[in-house]
């Protein structure tokens, strides 16, 4: 401290008592100093202190475990080799990354933006540069090692999906977190470089897959490199997700649909309580390509496929429903009285509107038919005249009483479509004026109507039980194993709709599609015996295409267990090629032996 001189002609006691208030001045400041120190700022200086001594390397935990209803893994882990850095060891030691991209055989400017990216926001936390790293090139990094201060190398938990594509769709797909994913999902533990469900169960249920970060707390020197290990908090794993799918009701329907060589969807739901018991969409992808990030090669492939295996085609791609339309169209008519159970019609095989003509799929015609043979047969002109008398608004009302034209609510991100219900009001917005052809044509689930496969397995399920559309449900339930299997979530029935139609009007649809299944009914072919099946066919008619095959159905007719629908893309006839693969699960679930043989006379 600079020594003040004081005039000679001040008084002895005034220049002590200056001399003592520059001293207490000091004082003073060097108090404040050490107060602001150490006091409002101790504990962010001593975090500090020790930082500069101390790393904390993250250790990702294993995801949570997805199994079928019967507690077989569909979804697991599988232990990787990977590379992580500390960005604030790198920023210091920059000739560290070019080296290590070399090690790696990365671009170095890959690197770079990772750590940037992490660098801005943590900069003393880890964040994996590399993951699957060969033994070959640990053991080059291990030999490096003095030089590479701030890389740690070990083991990760990664995704591992045992039966490849077959729950592709439901499951979803891994991929890395997104600057605006981060922003949302920090508080989970997520870095930047992590990565996390984009797609399917693993995006709806990641909160719950993703467990909590471990970590080892690591001693450096002043390059940062490894001294000692400090302290090991084990990470804690994600919950137990348990599916209400049957693996092996999946995997014979994706066998079903693969052996026809067709695009398709098959869809089976527990009636009483709308539990998805198989989401099928064939072609599938295999989820296994997404972990740790995809190639671009294999992205590129799978866009290109004609077959377009990335759409999951139960729940988004709605289109026509043919023939399995009439039954709404009959639910319509005998809820409002324009027939009853004993109402005939005379079909000569087809209908004139003015200039056009409408052919029944028979075109020599059935003959006289009442309300039963007209749905055991799907009778197109039955239905063209019953469309006539009902008028398209009263045919979307009863649509849309069944859940067709809205969202199902199904556990699965961004896929589920609404679909469309046609109407004269519909047709005006699309600029086109509804003619008389758009009716009949309605009435047989042809027109502009588009409905999904899970769609209309949900309103089949809700003939079955008499009245209720469920909201369906791919988990059953999610438990803390690491809690003792404590139980996070028991996932209940949840009441979408009310039908709203008289027990009475779907006792008579019910017991019409139980002559379906019975000789001379357009799904006699797969009928099982010893079961009653209530089951409808549908053909759907396609400009410049081959015909979408539908079939709808439930069992046992008397005591509803499951419900079914089948869809082929450009399959042909859905009592020869939908109502056979129906008629497999039908077998697997009953555990009845069928020997599959198809009848090629089936048509409708």
């Not at 989970?188 to 249920?205: A, M, N, T």
């Not at 409002?336 to 004993?342: E, P, R, S």
């Amino acid at each position: 401290m600079a020594m003040i001189e004081l005039p000679d002609r001040l008084p002895d006691v005034t220049r002590v008592r200056l001399f003592m208030l520059v001293i207490s001045v000091g004082l003073v400041t060097i108090l404040s100093r050490l107060w602001y120190l150490q006091v409002a700022h101790g504990d962010e200086l001593l975090e500090a202190s020790i930082t500069n001594q101390r790393r904390l390397v993250r250790r990702v935990p294993p995801r949570g475990i997805i199994m079928d209803r019967k507690g077989r893994v569909i979804a697991t882990n599988r232990q990787q080799l990977s590379v992580s850095v500390i960005p604030h060891e790198i920023r210091k030691n920059p000739e560290v990354l070019p080296m290590l991209a070399s090690l790696l055989n990365r671009p170095e400017e890959d690197l770079t933006d990772i750590v940037n990216a992490q660098a801005a926001t943590a900069a003393y936390d880890s964040v994996v540069l590399d993951e699957d790293v060969d033994l070959a090139t640990v053991t080059r990094l291990e030999e490096q090692k003095l030089n590479l201060p701030g890389v740690y190398i070990g083991p990760e938990p990664v995704r591992k999906y045992p039966d490849g594509p077959l729950f592709g769709h439901v499951l979803g797909q891994m991929g890395q977190i997104t600057p605006d994913e981060l922003k949302k999902d920090r508080e989970l533990g997520y870095r930047p470089g992590d990565f996390c469900g984009k797609l399917g169960l693993e995006r709806e249920y990641d909160a719950e897959l993703r467990g909590e970060n471990g970590g080892r707390e690591i001693e450096v020197d002043a390059r940062g490199r490894q001294r000692r290990e400090v302290d090991n908090k084990d990470p804690i794993p994600g919950h137990t997700v348990t599916l209400n799918i049957d693996k092996d009701l999946q995997k014979i329907a994706y066998d079903e649909l693969a052996a026809k060589q067709r695009n398709g969807a098959a869809v089976a739901i527990d009636p009483r309580t709308g539990a998805v018991l198989a989401l099928v969409s064939y072609p599938a992808y295999d989820p296994n390509s997404y972990v740790g990030g995809i190639s671009r090669a294999d992205l590129k492939a799978l866009n290109a496929d004609k077959r377009k295996p990335q759409i999951n085609r139960a729940v988004y791609s709605a289109s026509a429903p043919g023939s399995t339309f009439k039954l709404i169209t009959a639910t319509a008519g005998l809820e409002t009285g324009k027939i009853d159970a004993h109402s005939g019609d005379y079909c000569s095989g087809a209908i004139s509107l003015g200039r056009w003509i409408k052919h029944c799929h028979k075109h020599g015609g059935h003959g006289h038919v009442d309300f039963t043979e007209a749905v055991a047969k799907s009778c197109d002109v039955f239905f063209y005249h019953l469309g006539q008398n009902l008028g398209p608004e009263t045919m979307a009302a009863f649509a849309k009483k069944f859940g067709l034209g809205s969202k199902s609510g199904i556990d699965l991100p961004f896929v589920d479509k609404a679909g469309s219900v046609p109407d004269p009001e519909w047709s005006a917005k699309h600029h086109r004026e509804w003619v008389g052809g758009d009716t009949v044509d309605m009435a047989i689930g042809q027109s502009a109507l588009g409905c999904t496969p899970l769609q209309m397995c949900n309103a089949i399920a809700s003939i079955a039980n008499r009245g209720t559309v469920y909201q369906p449900q791919l988990v059953k339930s999610i438990v803390d194993q690491h809690a003792g299997g404590r139980v996070v979530r028991e996932m209940k029935p949840i009441v979408a709709r009310r039908v709203g139609v008289s027990q009475k009007t779907l006792e008579t649809v019910a017991h019409a599609m139980e002559a379906v299944m019975e000789p001379g009914g357009t799904g006699h072919a797969s009928a099982i015996p010893g079961l009653r099946i209530a089951g409808k066919t549908g053909t759907a008619q396609r400009y410049n295409h081959l015909d979408n095959a539908w079939f709808v159905g439930y069992a046992p007719a008397e005591n509803p267990r499951i419900a079914i629908c089948v869809f082929v893309e450009e399959g042909g006839h859905g009592g020869t090629i939908a109502a056979p693969i129906a008629q497999k699960m039908f077998a697997h679930y009953f555990h009845i032996k069928v020997d599959g043989a198809a009848d090629t006379q089936a048509t409708d």
